[in-house]
């Protein structure tokens, strides 16, 4: 039996597909369930009712659940809630009206929705990475062996990149890897690797611990496959390996 946090993790890496389906079918039980009170509700109140619906989802799901519910919406609130009843054709110029003000505002809202979640979501992962940084910088001032913070590195490029694992070598005998720049970009065999739309390669890649120009080991990946990152959190991870092997460089002139 699946654990909690398992289906939890199951449902977020597959909340896409699920909002999209519900950005589709959503509307369509909304209407056909207004549809026996059509005689007596307001097409206009009907309407509010879908455009709402619309706003929930562009929330939860983005701007493409957003778009297809407001597409959805007009489609179903046509077929539903306009004279001639169950079909797809409208008699009256106010429900004509009616039908395009939901795509337009449903549009609208998704846009507002989706630019709100950008600069919310930006701004917790500011203060996410600095959180880090500070910490790291916490231990790295500390008398914390070097095995203890390379952990946290380790752990903190797990919950970053949503890796499935990373581990810390000193040195590097495998073949090379793909490889995380300091720019953000993923070189892959020569090219820039577009992450941003499909994840870093696997079955892993690497990100170096460099300080100084001089290579101390390398933070081996194993990213969720298809799991898009942006560049800003891959520049963060290799700047939170250049800390750690500033910190193993410390170690080794101290010895």
């Not at 619906?53 to 179903?76: C, F, I, K, T």
């Not at 090379?176 to 090219?191: C, E, F, K, N, W």
């Not at 990213?223 to 170690?251: F, K, M, N, Y």
């Amino acid at each position: 039996m699946k654990s909690q946090t398992e289906m939890w993790t199951q449902l977020r890496r597959n909340r896409r597909p699920l909002t999209l389906a519900l950005a589709l079918l959503g509307p369509l039980i909304i209407a056909a369930v207004l549809s026996p009170f059509r005689g007596s509700f307001a097409t206009t109140a009907a309407a509010l009712v879908l455009i709402a619906a619309v706003v929930a989802l562009a929330v939860v799901g983005g701007r493409g659940a957003g778009y297809l519910a407001s597409l959805s919406s007009a489609l179903w609130f046509d077929f539903f809630l306009t004279r001639p009843y169950d079909r797809f054709a409208i008699s009256h110029r106010p429900d004509i009206e009616t039908t395009v003000a939901i795509v337009v505002v449903g549009v609208l809202v998704t846009e507002l929705a989706a630019r709100s979640r950008h600069h919310a979501r930006t701004s917790s992962e500011g203060f996410g990475y600095v959180e880090t940084f500070e910490s790291l910088s916490e231990l790295a001032a500390s008398p914390t062996p070097s095995p203890q913070i390379l952990e946290f590195v380790s752990s903190s490029l797990v919950e970053l990149l949503d890796l499935r694992a990373c581990r810390f070598e000193r040195l590097a005998t495998n073949p090379p890897l793909a490889r995380v720049l300091a720019s953000g970009v993923v070189d892959h065999v020569g090219l820039a690797w577009p992450v941003g739309e499909i994840g870093i390669p696997g079955p892993e890649a690497e990100i170096l611990a460099e300080w100084r120009g001089r290579v101390l080991g390398r933070f081996v990946i194993t990213p969720t496959p298809g799991a898009p990152v942006s560049i800003e959190r891959l520049s963060v991870a290799v700047s939170l390996a250049t800390l750690a092997a500033a910190s193993l460089d410390h170690e080794r002139r101290s010895v």
